[in-house]
C-alpha cells in the first residue's frame, strides 16, 4: 500500500513542470507522505486490536469505541428476540373451521321430512417438546375442539351418519362450549446407534393420556379425515370399530389410555412397526365408570412401493370387554381388521379396509369399504381432488334372526354405501367441497329407499 502512493506521489510530481527541476521540494513531498502511510498504519493497527476485545476501554480509539457502542445495542435489542425464538422452537399451532351443509329428502330421515341443516366445528391443536430425559425427547399434545350442530337425523342405518364432521357439547345447540379432546404425553426413545442419537433407526415410543385411538391405529392416508375426504362415517374409520361402537370410545371420540410403539426406519420406504395400545371403554371413557375390561387393540404396519410409488399396509386385532351390544347387554366382543392405501400413479391413490367381528351379538358383522382418489394434475388443478368410496356391511345372523323384535323391521341383506366429493381449493387457506352420497337397504332393511344426501362442505385452516 506504501509503494502505491509513493508511486502516485512521484507520478503527480513529475507531472507538475514548475517543480520537475525541484529535487528539494520533491523529496520533502515524499518524506511527508511517507509520514502519513505510517500514521495511517499505526491507527489501522491499533483499531484491529481494540475490536478483538469486547471490552470498552478509553484507551480504544473514538471509531473502535463507537462500533462497541452499535455492537452493545444491537446485542441488546436481539437478545429478548433470541430468548423468544429460542423457547417458541419445536412448538406447532394448527388450527381450522369446517362447515357443512347437507340435505336428505324425507324418505331418508328419521322425522319423515325433508331436512336441510348445517353444523360447524372448529379444532385447535398445540404440540410441544417436554420433558425430555437422557437421550428420550418428550413431547406434550393437546387438542381443543367447539362446534355445533349435529347435522341431519337419518332413518336407522348401520354407518352412524353421513356427516362425521358434525360436533356439539352435551348441553346441545345452545352451548358452543369446547372440549379438551386429546391431552397427551409422549417419550421417544432411540435404539441401538453409535455416535448420534439422531443416527438412530429403531424407536420405542410411549404415549399416554387422553387419545383419539384413530390418529395410532386404523390409519388411512386416503380416508381417515372427515374434514378433507369423505364425510360418511363408514369411509373415515373401520365401520366395525367406529360405527359399530367397538371402541368404546366417550361421545365425542376419545379416551383415556396408554400406547407402545416400536418403530423400524433401518430399509428407506420399507419402515414397518408395531403397536399395542389399551383404552378405558364404555363409562370408563368419560372418566365416570370402571377401567376394567378396557379395549385393546394391536396393529402392525409396514410401507412398501409398488413401482416406487409409496404404500402403507396395516393389521390389526381388537377386543373390548365392555362393548355395547344391540340386545342392550355388555359383552366381549372381538375381531380383526386391515387397511391399506397404496398409490398407483402419481396423481392416484387407492384404498381399502376390511373388518371381521369374531365375537359380540352386533348388527353387522362384516364391512368392505374400498375407494380411490385422483389429484387434479390432469386437468392442472394439482391442488384439487376428486375422490369416490364404496362400502358394504354385511347384517350378522344374530341381528338377521332378532332385527324384528329389537328394531321393528326385518334386516335381510347387507347396508351398502358410497360417496362422491370434489375438493376445491380455493387458496392457501380455504378449500370448498361439494358431495353426494347413497345409502342402499339402510340398516339391511331391503325393503326401505335409498338413502340420498347432497352437501357441501367448507374449511379454513391455518
Request: net charge negative; proline share 3%.
Amino acid at each position: 500500500m506504501r509503494m502505491k502512493i509513493i508511486a502516485a506521489a512521484l507520478a503527480a510530481g513529475f507531472a507538475m513542470p514548475a517543480a520537475a527541476d525541484d529535487m528539494t521540494t520533491v523529496l520533502a513531498e515524499m518524506k511527508r507522505l511517507s509520514a502519513r502511510v505510517e500514521a495511517l498504519e499505526k491507527q489501522n493497527r491499533d483499531l484491529e486490536k481494540a475490536l478483538a476485545s469486547e471490552r470498552i476501554s478509553e484507551k480504544d480509539p473514538e471509531l473502535a469505541t463507537r462500533v462497541k457502542a452499535v455492537e452493545t445495542q444491537v446485542d441488546a435489542i436481539r437478545g429478548p428476540a433470541t430468548k423468544l425464538a429460542e423457547a417458541l422452537d419445536g412448538i406447532e399451532v394448527e388450527g381450522s373451521i369446517t362447515a357443512v351443509v347437507q340435505k336428505v329428502g324425507g324418505r331418508g330421515t328419521a322425522s319423515g321430512r325433508d331436512e336441510t341443516r348445517g353444523n360447524y366445528r372448529g379444532d385447535l391443536t398445540i404440540s410441544l417438546p417436554v420433558g425430555s430425559m437422557g437421550d428420550s425427547d418428550g413431547k406434550f399434545f393437546t387438542q381443543v375442539r367447539l362446534g355445533q350442530g349435529d347435522g341431519v337425523g337419518l332413518r336407522p342405518t348401520y354407518t352412524s351418519g353421513p356427516n362425521t364432521v358434525a360436533f356439539q357439547g352435551a348441553a346441545g345447540s345452545d352451548d358452543t362450549y369446547g372440549i379438551v379432546a386429546q391431552a397427551w404425553y409422549q417419550l421417544t426413545t432411540p435404539l441401538g446407534y453409535d455416535a448420534r442419537k439422531e443416527d438412530a433407526r429403531d424407536h420405542l415410543i410411549l404415549t399416554v393420556g387422553k387419545i383419539d385411538p384413530f390418529v395410532f391405529f386404523d390409519q388411512n392416508a386416503a380416508a381417515d379425515d372427515e374434514s378433507a375426504k369423505f364425510m360418511n362415517n363408514a369411509f373415515v374409520h373401520n365401520p366395525l370399530l367406529d360405527s359399530g361402537g367397538d371402541i368404546g370410545a366417550d361421545k365425542y371420540g376419545f379416551q383415556p389410555g396408554a400406547i407402545v410403539k416400536y418403530e423400524n426406519s433401518h430399509e428407506k420406504g420399507g419402515e414397518w412397526a408395531l403397536s399395542l395400545g389399551a383404552f378405558a371403554a364404555d363409562t370408563g371413557a368419560d372418566f365416570s365408570g370402571s377401567w376394567s375390561d378396557p379395549f385393546v387393540i394391536g396393529q402392525i404396519e409396514t410401507n412398501a412401493r409398488f413401482n416406487f410409488l409409496p404404500g402403507t399396509y396395516r393389521a390389526y386385532a381388537w377386543s373390548n370387554g365392555q362393548a355395547q351390544n344391540y340386545d342392550a347387554t355388555q359383552r366381549r366382543n372381538s375381531g380383526w381388521g386391515v387397511s391399506a392405501d397404496q398409490k398407483v400413479l402419481e396423481d392416484l391413490t387407492l384404498f381399502g379396509r376390511y373388518g371381521h367381528h369374531t365375537a359380540g351379538k352386533v348388527s353387522f358383522d362384516r364391512a368392505l369399504t374400498l375407494g380411490a382418489e385422483l389429484d387434479g394434475t390432469p386437468w392442472r388443478r394439482s391442488a384439487d381432488a376428486v375422490g369416490f368410496a364404496y362400502g358394504r356391511l354385511e347384517t350378522s345372523g344374530d341381528y338377521r334372526r332378532d332385527s324384528l323384535a329389537v328394531a321393528g323391521y326385518r334386516a335381510s341383506g347387507s347396508e351398502y354405501q358410497s360417496e362422491l366429493y370434489y375438493r376445491f381449493k380455493l387458496n392457501d387457506a380455504i378449500e370448498l367441497s361439494p358431495s353426494y352420497q347413497w345409502i342402499r337397504n339402510p340398516g339391511g332393511d331391503q325393503g326401505a329407499d335409498t338413502v340420498k344426501v347432497a352437501g357441501l362442505r367448507a374449511k379454513l385452516g391455518f
